[in-house]
């Protein structure tokens, strides 16, 4: 009789013998099967830890994506576009660092957006003739992006000392400078808030929030600017002295005395000019005086130095022609170019190296 072989059996598995069922885990047995009539007696629950789970998932790869292109679009594209520039409003991400203090990628932003207004809506057809895609428009573009990046870190580096040192600028302070451009923004007189802040908007491109963000930084930086120079306030302080023991001399014999004790010391003159001249305040302040009266030492609204003006003479018209004792502050700027001198100026994008200085301007603050 022949034996038979066996086949192997294909298709199903040998199903596992069950366990012999005790007292002792009859309460186990049990448990196994309402488990496993729970997902239908309460497929709600289950649909929703399954839906729960995706979500978090799809929000997982979904910020991933968003931070990879965030990244690539700032850092690899460097785009300038409104949308990235209000992302950066929200999320403070850097574009540089100046002494470990991160400079704002919105501040970059804004400084360059407003430079970018202004030539595409201020200059005259004959000085903007050219297509943003032109080579011309390209190299001042690349001159207006390295000046907002400037201002960025210069920005970033006066928060820094301010911070250190306690200096504060008020919302009130904000205000004053307001009214003061307010009063000069027109040859015609004062204008309105509201003119004020459609010509703001209209040639820098800024909201009023952001025209009273801009100015408050470019106000801290500025008393950052004149709190550090020591220097400055001394000869300052020496040329005031000098004119009150000697008065009615000519302020080239002042400044001559000055830069013996600091070679940055200017004398310079304005030529005739209306009272609204933007010069940082100087012509309204002349336009007070009497002839031959010297005032001084004051702050120009321009933030640059100390200055001691001289009216020389005013015509019927209304024009006045002054002579000034500038004594400029240098700290700040010194500092800016140690640290970059040692590596402490990081940036974290690299911009096209300007071949020309753009025609236009940035606003005055």
């Not at 576009?81 to 992302?87: D, G, I, N, P």
């Not at 970033?156 to 600028?169: L, M, N, S």
């Not at 952001?210 to 306030?233: C, F, K, M, P």
């Not at 170019?337 to 236009?360: C, F, H």
Request: a positive charge; glycine letters at 6%.
């Amino acid at each position: 009789m022949k034996k038979k072989l066996a086949m192997p059996k294909f298709g199903r598995k040998a199903e596992p013998k069950p366990k012999h069922i005790t007292n002792e885990t009859v309460a186990e047995y049990r448990e196994q099967i309402l488990a496993s009539g729970r997902k239908f007696k309460y497929p709600v629950q289950y649909t929703k830890r399954r839906l729960i789970t995706n979500a978090l998932i799809i929000g997982a790869l979904a910020l991933v994506i968003f931070c990879g292109v965030t990244y690539w679009a700032l850092y690899s594209v460097k785009t300038t576009s409104t949308f990235f520039y209000r992302l950066t409003q929200v999320i403070p991400l850097p574009v540089a660092n100046v002494d470990g203090e991160p400079v704002r990628y919105s501040d970059y932003l804004l400084g360059f957006k407003s430079s970018q207004t202004y030539i595409r809506t201020k200059e005259t057809p004959q000085q903007n003739s050219y297509a943003d895609n032109s080579p011309e428009a390209k190299a001042q573009y690349a001159f207006y992006k390295e000046s907002a990046m400037k201002d960025a870190i210069n920005l970033a580096y006066a928060r820094k000392i301010a911070r250190e040192q306690g200096i504060t600028v008020s919302n009130q302070q904000v205000s004053e400078r307001i009214d003061e451009l307010r009063k000069t923004a027109s040859s015609q007189g004062e204008i309105s808030q509201e003119a004020y802040d459609r010509s703001v908007l209209q040639i820098y491109g800024q909201t009023r929030e952001e025209n009273r963000y801009s100015l408050q930084q470019n106000l801290l930086r500025q008393a950052v600017t004149y709190h550090i120079d020591s220097q400055a306030q001394a000869t300052a302080a020496d040329i005031a002295a000098d004119i009150k023991k000697e008065p009615g001399k000519e302020l080239q014999l002042y400044a001559e005395k000055a830069r013996k004790r600091d070679q940055n010391v200017q004398l310079l003159a304005s030529g005739w000019v209306k009272k609204t001249n933007i010069d940082g305040g100087l012509a309204a302040l002349a336009a007070t005086l009497k002839t031959g009266q010297v005032v001084g030492p004051v702050k120009s609204t321009k933030g640059d130095g100390y200055y001691f003006v001289r009216l020389i003479e005013k015509d019927k018209d209304g024009r006045i022609n002054y002579q000034y004792i500038k004594v400029p502050l240098t700290a700040f700027a010194n500092r800016l170019r140690q640290l970059e001198a040692r590596g402490a100026i990081k940036r974290y994008i690299t911009l096209e190296t300007p071949s020309r200085q753009g025609s236009g301007q940035t606003q005055g603050q």
